[in-house]
């Protein structure tokens, strides 16, 4: 099993610019999450979804948007990339308790 | 805001040492999970504890958990160096299994 995938691994954006990032899950988990970590700090949540069809707004949602077409698969957009949006963003996904995390996807916006 | 605040934010020892990170928080909780995280690695699920427990072990790990102080604490024995990582606690106060995360202790061991 793979786990928990997440594409791609770095992004530069230039200010304005949107993009998709794309986690994968092949644990057959209901619940999904998307993080975003910034240096010397915890994780906030951005938003989450409880199963296929579903989506609901974490910590931190403003400038993020999210879809759960799939159970598999949960994406998460920037529709127009701001500098305060550089971050590590991580994908992570549960059955029951304990979250699998994904390998992070390092995003700069210039 | 982070429910959990966690102490100190960095730690140095020699090999062989114990370590102790501890981790307060806010509200009620269904459980306390704690995390490790690899420099530039995703974060990896160490151990979980419930709030009707006080204390729980898993090889060189032992966590407590006191919800009239909303503190626990995390305890790693005969530390190595590959235990050299940033460990977070996170609460499950309930509600999707959705978790909030602390600050992180940064912990390195020295040869």
């Known amino acids: 099993n793979a786990g928990v995938t997440q594409t791609p691994k770095f992004r530069v954006l230039k200010t304005g610019q949107s993009m998709t990032l794309l986690c994968a899950q092949d644990?057959?988990?209901?619940?999904m999450y998307w993080y975003r970590q910034d240096p010397g700090m915890g994780l906030r949540l951005i938003h989450y979804s409880v199963g296929e069809g579903t989506t609901a707004k974490g910590e931190v949602p403003d400038g993020y948007n999210v879809s759960r077409l799939k159970k598999q698969n949960f994406l998460l957009g920037l529709e127009s990339a701001a500098p305060s949006q550089t971050s590590v963003y991580f994908c992570?996904?549960?059955?029951?308790?304990?979250?699998?995390f994904g390998p992070g996807t390092r995003l700069t916006v210039l | 805001s982070q429910q959990g605040e966690e102490d100190p934010q960095a730690l140095s020892i020699q090999e062989g040492e114990n370590a102790t990170m501890n981790c307060s928080y806010k509200?009620?909780?269904?459980?306390l999970q704690w995390y490790r995280q690899n420099s530039g690695r995703g974060l990896v699920h160490l151990i979980l504890i419930r709030s009707n427990e006080r204390e729980k072990h898993s090889g060189r790990l032992r966590v407590t958990l006191d919800t009239s102080k909303k503190s626990s604490s995390l305890l790693i024995t005969a530390s190595r160096a590959a235990d050299t990582a940033s460990y977070f606690c996170?609460?499950?106060?309930?509600?999707?299994?959705?978790?909030?995360f602390g600050q992180g202790t940064r912990l390195t061991i020295n040869p």
């Open positions: 996170a609460t499950d106060a309930g509600g999707a299994q959705k978790l909030v």
């Open positions: 509200t009620s909780i269904n459980n």
């Open positions: 644990m057959n988990h209901e619940y």
């Open positions: 992570a996904s549960t059955g029951y308790n304990e979250q699998f």
